[in-house]
């Protein structure tokens, strides 16, 4: 089966760091990826990971250990416009359709 | 990144009315694309994939006469809600993927801004 969990919510302080979890169990792995959702609005992409090790995009980072089954997403610094919603996605296998399977989302508030 | 767009962005229909949505990959060509759906607070969850000039494959429980998808060219796919009903409201939101190494190293899914649907 497919089981990928997130906290449900975080809070953190402007200027913080915070560091959201995500949990998989997946049949098939062929990358994990982060996006941001900000309420009403579409996903937009943060961050893909398929090999372990840490990935960094500025502000951002994302780590993963396949043997573990873990990812996490860094935010560094954070703004007031970082309160969203952040979405971890597991690829399944390309010759079953290369899907993303989403975990329920962590909604971010950043407060002053 | 890749561009997509979704049409229209917000539409309100009669039940019983059947509604299609248009999306479009603006900047690269779409061997692929995905439709979801999402429900208010809940995640994303998959509905079908298209692939250009093939039947759509759906998801577990979703009615393929229900939610028709046609994704014609390589760069749209169309989804369309027959006999919409008021449970069928929610945020639709497609997403589409090139082929590997198409639009990018990570054959990244970019998603389109969605559409809201009402159905009164």
């Known amino acids: 089966g497919q089981n990928i969990d997130q906290p449900t919510e975080m809070t953190a302080t402007e200027g913080a760091i915070v560091q959201i979890n995500c949990t998989y169990q997946t049949s098939g792995f062929n990358g994990l990826f982060w996006y941001q959702q900000h309420a009403g609005e579409a996903p937009t992409f943060l961050s893909y990971n398929v090999l372990d090790g840490l990935e960094e995009k500025g502000r951002f980072s994302s780590f993963l250990s396949r043997s573990k089954g873990y990812s996490y997403l860094l935010l560094k610094e954070l703004q007031m416009k970082d309160s969203a919603s952040y979405l971890c996605a597991v690829r399944g296998r390309w010759n079953q359709g290369g899907k993303l399977i989403f975990g329920q989302g962590t909604e971010l508030s950043v407060k002053p | 990144g890749a561009v997509v767009s979704q049409h229209p962005s917000r539409v309100i229909c009669k039940s019983g009315t059947s509604v299609k949505i248009e999306c479009r990959s603006l900047d690269f060509q779409a061997t692929t694309m995905f439709w979801y759906r999402q429900f208010p607070k809940q995640s994303l969850m998959l509905m079908a994939t298209?692939?250009?000039?093939?039947?759509?494959?759906?998801e577990q429980g979703v009615e393929k006469d229900k939610f028709l998808i046609n994704h014609a060219s390589l760069t749209l796919s169309t989804l369309t809600v027959t006999s919409a009903h008021p449970e069928d409201s929610s945020f639709y939101i497609c997403?589409?993927?090139?082929?590997?190494?198409?639009?990018?190293?990570?054959?990244?899914?970019?998603f389109g801004p969605g559409t809201r649907l009402t159905v009164l």
């Open positions: 997403s589409a993927r090139g082929g590997p190494g198409e639009d990018s190293s990570t054959d990244t899914q970019y």
């Open positions: 298209s692939n250009e000039g093939s039947k759509a494959t759906y």
